[in-house]
């Protein structure tokens, strides 16, 4: 079974400051994709960044960034300088490949709140 | 603007009622798929469809149904609701053969039974 787990149900950061989101997955494929979410309040689900197994370097999107750790199937999203508007559930997810089709397979999420 | 369209927003319904959720995928997108978001279950992969044909079932009800038109657009038929149905409920699509680009998410439907 390929399961992802998130761990912290739920942060807090002060704005300005630095937060990990911590994500384990568990899967037999070699090669495969990995993809944070966020879903704020007004609940629209909003690709943050993604990273692809096979790629080494960790992928960087402006403040947000991840430590991808293959062999510990650990994925973490790093929000630098956080801001007030990145209060949201934030939902790490495993692109599954399944006989001819694929689909996101996804955790249970983590409540993020960035305090002013 | 996601370019995923779902209507409608919000819902209330009775339970044992049947309703219609629609959902247009992002123009050029041929993949659909429905995702239910409750409190406890989290987000749960309902169905996939392609081109109009179903792909891949999760965890949908028999109660559950779905179809993807040739205009593409899709649409998921809950019946005989209970009280336990009330979720948010997502349509996704995604660009055939770009499983890294994952999927972009319409604004959900908000329904409650009642």
């Known amino acids: 079974a390929q399961t992802v787990t998130q761990s912290q149900p739920e942060m807090s950061v002060q704005e300005a400051e630095t937060v990990t989101l911590s994500c384990t997955y568990d899967?037999?494929?070699?090669?495969?994709?990995l993809f944070w979410y966020k879903q704020p309040p007004s609940r629209q689900m909003i690709l943050v960044i993604r990273?692809?197994?096979?790629?080494?370097q960790n992928a960087t999107e402006n403040r947000f960034s991840v430590n991808f750790q293959k062999a510990a199937k650990s994925f973490s999203l790093k929000i630098s300088d956080s801001q007030l508007g990145d209060t949201a559930m934030y939902f790490c997810?495993?692109?599954?490949?399944?006989?001819?089709?694929?689909?996101?397979?996804f955790g249970k999420g983590t409540k993020l709140t960035v305090n002013p | 603007d996601s370019g995923v369209t779902q209507t409608p927003k919000h819902l209330i319904t009775a339970t044992g009622q049947r309703v219609t959720l629609r959902c247009s995928p992002r123009?050029?997108?041929?993949?659909v798929y429905w995702y239910q978001q409750s409190l406890d279950q989290g987000l749960q992969f309902l169905i996939h469809?392609?081109?109009?044909?179903?792909?891949a079932k999760g965890n949908i009800l028999e109660r559950f149904s779905a179809q993807q038109f040739p205009d593409l657009h899709s649409e998921l038929n809950l019946s005989s609701l209970e009280l336990g149905d009330s979720a948010l409920y997502f349509c996704?699509?995604?660009?055939?053969?770009?499983?890294?680009?994952?999927?972009?998410f319409g604004s959900g439907t908000r329904l409650t039974v009642v």
């Open positions: 990273q692809e197994a096979y790629k080494q």
């Open positions: 997810a495993f692109m599954k490949s399944q006989g001819g089709s694929e689909k996101l397979v």
């Open positions: 899967t037999s494929e070699s090669n495969y994709y």
């Open positions: 469809y392609y081109n109009g044909e179903e792909r």
């Open positions: 123009s050029g997108d041929l993949s």
């Open positions: 996704a699509s995604s660009v055939e053969g770009k499983r890294g680009y994952g999927y972009t």
